[in-house]
């Protein structure tokens, strides 16, 4: 089992920034891939970006390239994403997961956390 809770969400600008986090306990983290994902209202689970669990290789949807950056900490069992110029498309809640093997879509991750909440205001 692996447990994961976020946080950092909240109210922010358009063009401004927030950082997310996601703390994870349970079994080794440094085993799985982690990703983030988006959900807003009335939509689908929507992957935003992922990293391998060591080599350092990162993934992200065209709409968030070159805005957010993931990253993480194995030795804190910890992964950020740092979203900048958030633009009024991003709102929604943002949930962290885990997968033990590489993956870019929603079904191929076994743990998720609870999400956070984003909301960008114009």
């Known amino acids: 089992q692996v447990q994961l809770v976020e946080s950092g969400g909240g109210l922010v600008q358009a063009g401004g920034s927030l950082r997310l986090s996601c703390a994870a306990s349970?079994?080794?983290?440094?085993?799985?891939?982690m990703g983030w994902f988006r959900q807003a209202p009335g939509k689908g689970r929507e992957f935003v970006a992922a990293i391998t669990g060591t080599s350092g290789r990162t993934d992200y949807a065209d709409s968030v390239k070159d805005r957010f950056t993931i990253s993480r900490n194995n030795a804190k069992r910890t992964v950020s994403l740092q979203m900048n110029s958030l633009k009024p498309e991003d709102p929604a809640g943002y949930y962290c997961?885990?997968?033990?093997?590489?993956?870019?879509?929603?079904?191929?991750?076994?743990?998720w956390g609870q999400g956070t909440q984003v909301t960008v205001s114009s």
């Open positions: 349970g079994r080794t983290f440094s085993r799985f891939a």
């Open positions: 997961a885990a997968s033990s093997g590489w993956a870019t879509i929603a079904s191929a991750y076994n743990y």
